[in-house]
């Protein structure tokens, strides 16, 4: 089992940056890859980026590209997602995912499904 906790969520205003993170524990965090997701109310999960086990790889939803920067300390067994530019649609809970990944090190995984272990969220809303 993979415990992954989530924080650095809050209010801010639009143009504003936060930084979040996911702390994972349980199990060798190095043997993960790890997703970020986002669900706004009324709306599905949806993908927001994802990062090889080696931190070699990432890859971004499209709304994001460019604003957002995923990245990872395999040291301190944390993801973090930093997100400047914010802007108020970006206002939803975040999930951090993890999923083993048995090959190189340089996979990524997108959906949903791919994911065996979430977090719990945590909210970020972003005023106009």
């Known amino acids: 089992q993979v415990q992954l906790v989530e924080s650095g969520g809050g209010l801010v205003q639009a143009g504003g940056s936060l930084r979040l993170s996911c702390a994972a524990s349980?199990?060798?965090?190095?043997?993960?890859?790890m997703g970020w997701f986002r669900q706004a109310p009324g709306k599905e999960r949806e993908f927001v980026a994802a990062?090889?086990?080696?931190?070699?790889?990432?890859y971004y939803a499209d709304s994001v590209k460019g604003r957002f920067t995923i990245s990872r300390d395999n040291a301190k067994n944390t993801v973090y997602l930093q997100m400047k530019s914010l802007k108020p649609e970006d206002t939803a809970v975040y999930y951090c995912?993890?999923?083993?990944?048995?090959?190189?090190?340089?996979?990524?995984?997108?959906?949903?499904?791919?994911?065996?272990?979430w977090g719990q969220g945590t909210q970020v809303t972003v005023s106009s």
């Open positions: 990062i090889s086990r080696s931190g070699g790889n990432t």
């Open positions: 349980g199990r060798t965090f190095s043997n993960y890859a």
């Open positions: 995912a993890a999923e083993r990944d048995y090959g190189s090190g340089y996979r990524l995984f997108t959906a949903n499904k791919e994911y065996d272990y």
